[in-house]
């Protein structure tokens, strides 16, 4: 056993060496077989590794034998303010890297994922690249938000995102300027409870809750404006698409308490519109 792990010791560290750590971008010797993506074959691909570097150099090879990689093709330009630099798409991501000969960034494609044995890289060279803090936490916060995303039952969801719905609504409201700067910009974070907890017949209603959290007053009472034709009154309750808003909380954060938050849970729908490093300290700081 202590020969074994020894081995284990020595492998680590030579990845360690080498370099590798979460965000390394390389490609494979070109005889190395895919069973997981056989179709990697194109000249500008390249796989980005997914898990974190703590597991990518860890010792134990018996808990963690493997390392999760991600496709990713070549972008010679690079613009912050596309939707997919901004994780507004839950399936690709144009992460910006240097090191790579004319090639401002790399398109992710979350399809694209697959497993090899982590030993591999060992006596694998990762590219010369690097990727800045704040990026490799906006790659997490989108690898992350992928998994976290909250499960409404799919026809709540369907009535949700129907045009004029409850979510339409919601980011029209979230897309405003107030003082220059779009206003999901002081918004942290958006909280939703719902029942029932199953797909309806279209006679049947959904009542959901949200709290949306606000930087400050000012936006706080912005949205407070913007958003109040989503409630109705207790005897006449307003019916949006097959959707009752039963409670409207809009606070800021100091007013929040955890028995507001009980039973309600992050809904990422509308966190295309957050900060992606953003985004990961809350999946950090609620789960």
């Known amino acids: 056993m ?31 077989s895919f069973p997981g993506y056989i179709n990697f074959q194109v000249a500008n691909e390249w796989l980005v590794v997914c898990t974190q570097s703590c597991s990518v150099c860890s010792p134990n090879f018996t808990n963690e034998p493997l390392v999760e990689v991600i496709v990713a093709s070549e972008l010679k330009r690079y613009n912050p303010n596309h939707s997919d630099a901004k994780g507004r798409s839950n399936y ?13 960034a790399l398109l992710c494609e979350l399809g694209k994922r697959f497993f090899i044995p982590r030993v591999h890289l060992s006596t694998w060279q ?9 990026v490799l936490d906006a790659f997490k916060g989108w690898l992350a938000n992928y998994y976290m995303r909250v499960a409404l039952p799919d026809e709540l969801v369907r009535r949700l995102r129907k045009p004029g719905g409850i979510s339409e609504i919601v980011n029209s409201a979230l897309t405003m300027r107030l003082g220059g700067t779009p206003l999901n910009e002081f918004v ?7 029942k029932p907890d199953e797909d309806q017949p279209p006679h ?16 706080r009472e912005f949205l407070d404006r913007k ?13 949006i698409e097959g959707v009752i ?20 849970s992050r809904y990422n729908e509308f966190d295309a519109l957050s900060n992606l490093p953003e985004r990961l300290f809350h999946l950090r700081s609620t789960t």
């Open 92 to 104: 690709s991501f144009h992460l910006p890297i240097n090191g790579i000969s004319n090639t401002q």
């Open 188 to 194: 942290s974070s958006i909280w939703i409870s719902w």
């Open 204 to 219: 049947n209603l959904y009542e959901i809750s949200l709290i949306i959290v606000c930087d400050n007053d000012q936006s």
């Open 2 to 32: 202590d020969q074994e792990n020894d081995l284990h010791a020595n492998v680590a560290a030579s990845i360690q060496s080498r370099g590798w750590r979460q965000g390394s971008a390389f490609k494979p010797p070109e005889d190395f």
């Open 126 to 134: 990762p590219e010369r690249t690097w990727i800045e803090p704040d």
């Open 245 to 264: 808003v039963k409670e409207l909380h809009i606070e800021v954060a100091e007013n929040i308490t955890l028995n507001l938050l009980a039973g309600k």
């Open 227 to 239: 958003l109040a034709s989503l409630i109705g009154t207790a005897s006449s309750p307003l019916t």
